[in-house]
C-alpha cells in the first residue's frame, strides 16, 4: 500500500509536489490529494466543499459540505458583474419561456436542438460585437476549446498570451497546430515572435484575452492590432471578462477601444454579465460557417432554453438600463480607490476583478479564513490558477455590492492584514 508523509499547507503544494516528482500513477495521485482533504476537513473544511444554500448574490449562506457549518457571508466570487441574475425581469422573462419551450433541447445544433431563441441569441450578440454572424456554444470553456482545436491547421502557429484561461490552452493542446506563449500584455514580446516565425508558417493566429480573469487587467488591443499593419495574423480575442460591461451598451473591450473590425475572432462566455451559461464566437459568415463543423459545436446538446431566454433577457436589461454599467465601473473606481489607500497591491488590474497580491501561500490560507470568520467570502487564487511563486485573493465587484458591503470587506481585510504583516 502506498502512503504519504509529507504535510502539505495547500492544494497548489500537494500539486506542485506530484509535478515536481512526476508522480503519475491514477492511485498515487489520489491518495496525495484525498489525505490532503483528510487533514483539512480535521479543522475548517477545503474551498471545494463549500456551496452556496440559495444560489448566487452579493449576500447568501455559504455551507460547508463536510462540517455543516452554516455562514452568512458577503460573496467576492461571482462573476455576475451586473447582478442580472436577481433580476426580476429576467426571472419572469425565463419563467414565460420555460412553459412555452420546455426544458431541455434534447440533441446538438446540426441536429435541430436550436430554438428561436438560440437564433436569437446568436443574431443580437453578433450585432452587438460588430460581427458578422456568431456561432452559440453550451459553454464558453467548449466554444474556446472548440474554436481554437478546430480553426487552426497543422500548418499555423499559434501565439498566445502566457496568462490565457484554462479553456484556451486546452484548446492549444488539442489543435494540431504549433503553439508558442508570448510574455503577458508585453507588446515587443509579441512582435518579436511574430517577426521571428511569420515566414515559417502557412498562418499565424494570436490568442489573448481583452480583460484577464485572475489579475482583471486589460490587454493593450489598440497596439497590438497595430501590428496588423506590418505582419500578417489573425486575431482571436476573449472577451469573457469585458462583454456586457465595456461600450456604452455592453459591446465589450475590442468596441470600447474602437479596434472591433481589426479584431478577426471575437469570443465570449455568456455566464458573467449575461448570468446564464454559453458562449459564442463570433466572426465573418464563412469561418462560422466553417466553425459548425467543428466537434463542440456537433456532438454537444445546445444549452436550455431557459438558460437562453435568460442571456435574452439579460442582453434586453443592458440595452433598456446601460446606467447599470457605468454604475458598475464607479464602484469598481470607490473600491480600488479605498484598497489602494490602504496600501493594497492590486497589481495592474483594472477591471472589476481586483486582485488582492498575497505570495505567501500560508498566509493567503490564514486571510482567507479570517475573511469568513467575519463574514466575507473570497477565493485564495494560487496555482495552477496562477503561477506556482504567485498568490492573491480575487475580489470580484458585482453592480448589487452595496457601499456598506465594500467599506465593511475592506475593513476586515485592512485589520486582517495588517495584523499578519502584509501592509
Ligand atoms: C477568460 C475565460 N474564458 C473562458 C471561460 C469559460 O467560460 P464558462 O465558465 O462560461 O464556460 C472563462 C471562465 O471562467 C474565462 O474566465
Known sequence: MF?????????????????????????????????????????DGNAHELYLENGSSTLMNVINEHSGMKKECILWCVNHYLSLNRNINVIEKTCKALYQFGTGCGTSAPSCGMSSLHKEIEKRVAKLVGKEEAVLFPTGFTANLGS??????????????????????NGIRLSKAKSIPFKH??????????????????????????????????????????????????????????????????QGYCYEQGVSDKVDFIMSTLSKATSSVGGFLASEHKYCSLLRWSDA???QACLTPADAAVILACLDEIED????????????????????????????????????MIEDHNKLRIVVKELFQEGVYSTPIVYPAVKINEGRIRLILNYAHTKEQIDYTVEALERICKKHHII
Open 185 to 250: 500584455n508585453n507588446v515587443a514580446d509579441l512582435e518579436k515572435k511574430l517577426q521571428r516565425y511569420e515566414k515559417s508558417f502557412e498562418n499565424i493566429f494570436v490568442v489573448l484575452e481583452s480583460a484577464y480573469s485572475m489579475s482583471g487587467d486589460l490587454s493593450p488591443l489598440i497596439e497590438i492590432t497595430d501590428l496588423k499593419k506590418s505582419y500578417s495574423f489573425y486575431l482571436y480575442v476573449d472577451e469573457a471578462h469585458s462583454f456586457g460591461i465595456y461600450g456604452e451598451k455592453g
Open 321 to 356: 438600463n446601460p446606467e447599470i454599467i457605468k454604475e458598475l465601473h464607479s464602484k469598481n473606481k470607490y473600491m480600488r480607490d479605498l484598497l489602494v489607500s490602504k496600501k493594497f497591491n492590486l497589481g495592474q488590474s483594472q477591471s472589476p476583478i481586483i486582485p488582492i
Open 297 to 299: 459545436y456537433t456532438f
Open 148 to 169: 481554437i482545436s478546430f480553426l487552426p491547421s497543422h500548418l499555423d502557429l499559434i501565439i498566445f498570451d502566457r496568462d490565457c484561461h484554462s479553456s484556451i490552452l
Open 3 to 43: 502512503t504519504i508523509n509529507s504535510n502539505f499547507k495547500s492544494i497548489a503544494e500537494v500539486l506542485v509536489y506530484l509535478k515536481n516528482n512526476n508522480i503519475t500513477n491514477i492511485n498515487e495521485r489520489a491518495i496525495f490529494i484525498q489525505d490532503f482533504i483528510d487533514k483539512e476537513n480535521l479543522g
